[in-house]
């Protein structure tokens, strides 16, 4: 019966999901190109996929809501609400998404790499180090004396950095 009823919403969806499969099939391939032409570590790549792969699946669910006959008001009403409560829960958790998101911008235009030797400018907590790892959160960076230094991507967005030695690691430092 529910076959029979939602025939035609069920074929747009079939295509839909082809569709969205192929879109997704295509932007991962092009993050993964750019991210290896840029010489950004696979764990990078992996994430940027699967943050388009979410926002996709997104995009997707507020279409199927539309083909199976949901009327803009109801999902008005739905993604108000949705959102009131994520604002209030997202207020607390600013750092965090503030860091995802300079992670994410990282990815794009970060002009320094894993390996290379940065100094940032802060007054309060200068840093020379090596670039170790780059990740969602903050960047991991290793001191001349080998201690371990994590670095909230927002801050080092918001620093002036220098670029000390490219490739430091392959150049034979003993600093990791």
């Keep these: 019966m529910f076959f029979e009823t939602y025939k035609s919403e069920l074929i747009i969806s079939g295509f839909l999901i082809i569709l969205f499969y192929l879109i997704r099939v295509i932007a991962n391939t092009l993050i993964k190109k750019l991210g290896r032409k840029t010489g950004i570590n696979d764990a990078r790549i992996q994430l940027i996929c699967r943050y388009s792969t979410v926002t996709l699946f997104l995009i997707w669910l507020l279409m199927e809501a539309f083909i199976f006959g949901t009327e803009a008001k109801d999902?008005?009403?739905v993604f108000s609400s949705v959102f009131a409560v994520m604002g209030i829960a997202l207020f607390a958790i600013w750092s965090i998404l503030s860091n995802v998101t300079s992670g994410i911008i990282m990815f794009f235009s970060f002009p320094?790499?894993?390996?290379?030797?940065?100094?940032?400018?802060?007054?309060?907590?200068?840093?020379?180090?090596?670039?170790?790892?780059?990740?969602?959160?903050?960047?991991?960076l290793r001191l001349d004396n080998g201690d371990l230094v994590t670095y909230p991507n927002n801050l080092i967005l918001q620093k002036a950095v220098?670029?000390?030695?490219?490739?430091?690691?392959?150049?034979?430092?003993?600093?990791?």
């Design 162 to 176: 220098t670029l000390v030695e490219k490739d430091a690691i392959d150049e034979g430092s003993d600093a990791i």
């Design 75 to 77: 999902l008005a009403l």
């Design 112 to 140: 320094y790499k894993v390996g290379d030797k940065i100094q940032i400018h802060d007054k309060d907590f200068p840093v020379e180090a090596i670039i170790e790892d780059i990740r969602a959160f903050q960047l991991h």
